[in-house]
């Protein structure tokens, strides 16, 4: 059997997900393939964060649903050694990455149909394409939009090659952290960086999601670095021992739940500008959790490549190399592409680096972290603030006194 439509999206996660919710609201014929009718749990995106990062994932028109589905908050308290340096003015919206994908995939109109089953293999042409699926159906479309992911097969298949230019880049944490004697934190979300950069732990971020505080903890450390076993099976000593400040302002505290670890490599791809197949996100190429811009490369792929490209390309015949190249070639997406790029190795370099001038770096954020605070506190109470105040920190904290810190003060999401 085979089916007829102008685009085929082969991956239903987060991109796979928004594209086909954007194009059948735009009455463009699609066609959505993902082996999971239901999206299975996966660490990966769990919190949209900031103004701009919020902005994007709503001009792709399908937000509204997750957004009201998540937790909001509207401060995040920025901290290190114990102290709280700002109360920043920073919404963030906390939602686990198979709940956000529900969610958009609720804004997926009838009109787009939906097949549980996975791709096996495309042949592409300057004028349509056919996708082979496991369940023996074909599918026959203008346009191949490959959203899978992380998966080669497909791309192999294709003649795309994979280059891995930071192999475990990071490392991602996830887990609960649950407050020990007391019903709540203190802080409605926090964002709490390193104290020494020979931990090679940048930050930890906690935000809510419903009723639990969710936890992302960030290391630069390879995939089969010891301390990985550690946090996996002795989280809350190992927490400590990365981030000794941290308990001054959560107070007692106790690691609940999964502890999800998740490696991140960069990687690129080559050979992707042919006929009749566009990536996008992670399928294109991939970007540092600890920045927290792999949203918005989805955002910004999926919005330029749905809003602009896709209707001035089936606005004439044919599917050739010079209409993909200009998804490719966008501007809007090649800067978002940079940006996100250009912040995953500073962040990593910011964060580990020992010498005069990453030092320097570091107190200079920290000082920008301080300002911000202090003009926030005069904004909002008229009075200076006290950055190592207990009472500023936690008020489940015990005592306070005054201290100096130096800090990488960027503003992150997991």
């Known amino acids: 059997m085979t089916r007829y439509t102008d685009i085929a999206i082969i991956g239903g996660g987060l991109a796979g997900s928004i594209a086909a919710g954007m194009l059948g609201r735009a009455g463009i014929a699609a066609i959505l393939v993902d ?3 239901v999206y299975p749990p996966d660490f990966r995106i769990e919190k949209i964060s900031g103004a701009e990062q919020i ?22 308290w920025i901290a290190r050694f114990g102290y709280v340096l700002d109360r920043a003015p920073v919404p963030q919206y906390g939602i686990m ?33 056919e996708v082979t699926l496991s369940d023996g159906q074909t599918v026959s479309a203008r346009l191949v939009v490959l959203a899978n992911g992380l998966n080669v097969g497909l791309r192999h298949m294709l003649g795309i090659t994979r280059k891995i230019t930071s192999p475990s880049h990071s490392i991602s944490v996830g887990f609960d952290l649950a407050p020990v004697g007391r019903p709540a934190f203190a802080f409605p979300a926090m964002t709490y960086f390193q104290e020494r950069a020979s931990a090679r732990v940048p930050y930890i ?22 301390w990985v076993r550690a946090i996996r099976r002795n989280p809350a000593e190992t927490l400590d021992a990365a981030l000794p400040g941290l308990r001054r302002i959560t ?35 991939t970007t540092c959790p600890v920045t927290g811009t792999g949203s918005d490369k989805v955002f910004t792929d999926v919005e330029r490549l749905c809003n602009v490209h896709i ?23 090649t800067a978002c592409d940079a940006w996100s790029l250009q912040k995953a190795w500073r962040y990593r370099d910011i964060s580990t680096g020992t010498g005069p001038y990453w030092l320097a770096q570091r107190w200079a954020r920290f000082a920008v972290s301080l300002g911000r605070g202090v003009r926030h506190r005069l ?3 008229g009075g200076p603030l006290n950055a190592y105040s207990s009472s500023s920190s936690s008020s ?17 999401s997991a």
């Open 55 to 76: 902005a994007r994932f709503r001009r792709t028109g399908v937000a509204d649903k997750a957004l009201r589905q998540a937790t909001l908050a509207l401060e995040n």
């Open 205 to 226: 971020t906690l935000f809510p999601i419903g009723e639990r505080m969710r936890a992302n903890l960030f290391a630069y450390r390879e995939a089969d670095d010891p």
């Open 35 to 37: 082996p999971h009718t």
């Open 379 to 381: 904004a909002t109470s």
């Open 97 to 129: 990455y198979d709940a956000l994908v529900a969610a958009v995939r609720e804004e997926i109109p009838d009109s787009v149909t939906r097949i549980v089953a996975k791709a096996v293999a495309i042949t592409a042409s300057e004028e349509r394409q």
């Open 311 to 333: 209707p001035r390309w089936l606005a004439t015949d044919g599917m050739g190399e010079g209409k993909i190249a200009a998804f490719y070639d966008d501007p809007v997406k």
């Open 396 to 412: 489940s904290s015990s005592s306070s006194s005054s201290s100096s810190s130096s800090s990488s003060s960027l503003s992150s």
């Open 251 to 285: 107070g007692d505290y106790a690691v609940t739940g999964e502890v999800k670890v998740r490696p991140a490599d960069l990687m690129v791809n080559s050979g992707v500008r042919m006929p009749g197949v566009v990536l996008i996100g992670d399928a294109f190429c």
